[in-house]
């Protein structure tokens, strides 16, 4: 059964929110990103009255169809909030699902997921460097980057975290199932200030046999169109209202 104050959770997150990163370079903005995200860790998918789907529910969520047929989308969004400052909802990918490879334009970040396990791989912008790039770079534009880390979340993971200059890029796997995580980004996606979404692929490969190079390493990542088997839907928000 949801909490008793689910309601002023959501609303205490989307309000911490707001304090947080309507100065993001203020002196209190450390110990304000702290409180914000001990509020979302605490954040479960009852609280949002969210369940884990199957294929037949996100079916109807989208009106009829069958998964992957091109009638229902491998992920959705429902809109919660936003404002200038930060947007706030929450992103249901079905199982095996992925959110390529991905940037976020002089934007801070927080998710935490409310069910179902994710692979989230983070990636840091590197300046340009003389090195040529590998040959395969000649289709697109081609960027150095620092592979940070991969890891796997759950519900009884802290949120992931990303600034403008850590952890900017991100991949996102649902694992062995459907997935849900809550999203705050600040300010939001605006192409018109600059921060447009970008996606990359990854150019390189291990070798056949060996095990996948160590972590963090030095990569080079190519820009692509968003790719034809990704787009993502749009659903009703289910959860307690939230008022800014």
């Not at 334009?105 to 590197?126: E, F, Q, S």
């Not at 150095?144 to 796997?152: I, K, T």
Request: net charge negative; proline share 14%; with cysteine.
């Amino acid at each position: 059964m949801p909490r008793d104050n689910m309601a002023s959770l959501i609303q205490r997150v989307a309000r911490q929110a707001r304090i947080t990163f309507r100065s993001p370079g203020g002196p209190a903005f450390g110990e304000n990103l702290h409180r914000l995200q001990q509020l979302l860790d605490e954040v479960r998918a009852e609280d949002l009255h969210l369940a884990p789907r199957g294929p037949s529910a996100a079916a109807a969520a989208a009106g009829g169809g069958f998964p992957w047929a091109g009638v229902v989308p491998p992920v959705s969004y429902m809109h919660i909030c936003e404002t200038e400052s930060f947007s706030m909802g929450v992103f249901l990918l079905r199982s095996g699902a992925c959110i390529p490879l991905h940037d976020h334009p002089g934007m801070n970040g927080m998710l935490k997921v409310l069910y179902g396990t994710l692979r989230i791989a983070c990636m840091d912008t590197l300046p340009p460097a003389a090195a040529a790039p590998p040959p395969a770079a000649a289709a697109g534009p081609c960027h150095r980057a620092l592979f940070r880390s991969r890891q796997h979340y759950t519900p009884a993971s802290p949120p992931c975290l990303l600034s403008p200059h850590t952890d900017n890029l991100h991949q996102i796997d649902a694992v062995d199932g459907p997935a849900a995580f809550l999203d705050i980004l600040a300010p939001p996606y605006d192409p018109q200030h600059g921060r447009d979404c970008h996606y990359y692929r990854l150019l390189e490969g291990p070798p056949a046999g060996a095990e996948p190079p160590g972590l963090p390493r030095e990569v080079w990542l190519m820009e692509t169109p968003q790719a034809a088997d990704f787009w993502c839907g749009g659903e009703p928000y289910p959860g307690p209202r939230v008022c800014l």
